[in-house]
């Protein structure tokens, strides 16, 4: 079992930045590829970034490559997501998500544990 606590939301400026963090409980977190998610008022929950249990692979969507990055400290047993040069459609809740299996990272349904999400507002 995993729980997953989302962090650093909150309210930035159109070209400013965040950092969300995802704190884990359980001794298996480096066995965990991890995922962050997000959904917009009145739309789907979309996939943002993953990375590899290792840290080594990463993956991005389209909309918030070059401007996003995801990182992994396992020692901590936190997944974070900083979020440089933000755009009003960024505005949404993002959730952190683990699953076992490294395939799929951009498919929701396949992870296996969610947090309970933190809201993130960009003001333009």
């Known amino acids: 079992q995993v729980q997953l606590v989302e962090s650093g939301g909150g309210l930035a400026q159109s070209g400013g930045s965040l950092r969300l963090s995802c704190a884990a409980s359980?001794?298996?977190?480096?066995?965990?590829?991890m995922g962050w998610f997000r959904q917009a008022p009145g739309k789907e929950r979309n996939f943002v970034a993953a990375?590899?249990?290792?840290?080594?692979?990463?993956y991005y969507a389209d909309s918030v490559k070059g401007r996003f990055t995801i990182s992994r400290d396992n020692a901590k047993n936190t997944v974070y997501l900083q979020m440089n040069s933000l755009k009003s459609e960024d505005t949404a809740v993002y959730y952190c998500?683990?699953?076992?299996?490294?395939?799929?990272?951009?498919?929701?349904?396949?992870?296996?544990?969610w947090g309970q999400g933190t809201q993130v507002t960009v003001s333009s």
């Open positions: 990375i590899s249990w290792g840290g080594g692979t990463t």
């Open positions: 359980g001794r298996t977190f480096n066995r965990y590829t």
């Open positions: 998500a683990a699953k076992r299996v490294s395939r799929s990272v951009g498919d929701g349904s396949s992870y296996d544990y």
